[in-house]
């Protein structure tokens, strides 16, 4: 099946560094990669799309210039928290979208990464 | 716009029996995808079911099967037969034409023994 990496898993860093996700599908290429934000006990939600080449497309409310994504290649993206604060503290995850494939398991996951800002 | 409601933030089930896990949604789409994906504590999401909003047929995976109310816009998950290793946070999801996903804020199940 179709894997999806994300790297580091877990991160703990001080307020006001940067810090910077990988996501990266495994065996298969992503034309899109999605970027999602989940707080303790609470739903996924997106943040951004991220397609390969261009620019990132950002949902109401997500500070573009603090959320950084780069999509670089069709199985990399990256989510760089610019001047990490408490507040930023969360569960990231990323989610694949095969260049080829049907509607179902359109998007694969990968396991997240668990930011913690003192 | 899309959205993704699940009523039921917790729910118990004894192990052998089946339950199900309401999702209610709404969308503008003429045609959408509609998923349930399962979190364990480890945090990954597993997909579990997918219905097209087409499909004529409630779809089934092994001990998940999907009601599936078009006119009601709702799509339920049905788990059959519940064990211990069931218990986790369920999520209902819609896909947008975009192939964007929307989340429901999820059902916590506990599987009782």
């Known amino acids: 099946g179709a894997v999806v990496s994300q790297h580091p898993s877990r991160v703990i860093c001080k307020s006001g560094t940067s810090v910077k996700i990988e996501c990266r599908s495994l065996d298969f290429q992503a034309t899109t990669m999605f970027w999602y934000r989940q707080f303790p006990k609470k739903s996924l939600m997106l943040m951004a799309t991220?397609?390969?080449?261009?620019?990132?497309?950002?949902e109401q409310g997500v500070e573009k210039d603090k959320f950084l994504i780069n999509h670089a290649s069709l199985t990399l993206s990256t989510l760089t928290v610019t001047s990490a604060h408490p507040e930023d503290s969360s569960f990231y995850i990323c989610?694949?979208?095969?260049?080829?494939?049907?509607?179902?398991?359109?998007?694969?996951f990968g396991p997240g990464t668990r930011l913690t800002v003192l | 716009a899309q959205k993704i409601t699940q009523t039921q933030p917790g729910m118990f089930v004894q192990e052998k029996e089946a339950v199900t896990l309401d999702c209610t949604y709404d969308?503008?789409?003429?045609?959408?995808?509609l998923f349930w994906y399962k979190q364990p504590s480890s945090g990954e999401m597993i997909f579990l079911i997918y219905?097209?909003?087409?499909?004529?047929q409630n779809a089934t995976e092994g001990r998940y099967s999907l009601n599936f109310q078009k006119a009601r816009k709702s799509a339920n998950l049905v788990i059959s037969a519940s064990q211990l290793g069931d218990s986790a946070m369920y999520f209902c999801a819609i896909q947008s034409d975009f192939n964007k996903f929307y989340f429901g804020s999820g059902t916590k199940l506990n599987v009782k023994p």
């Open positions: 219905q097209g909003s087409y499909d004529q």
């Open positions: 969308t503008s789409d003429p045609s959408y995808g």
């Open positions: 989610s694949a979208l095969p260049r080829q494939g049907n509607l179902r398991d359109t998007q694969y």
């Open positions: 991220s397609n390969e080449g261009s620019k990132a497309t950002y």
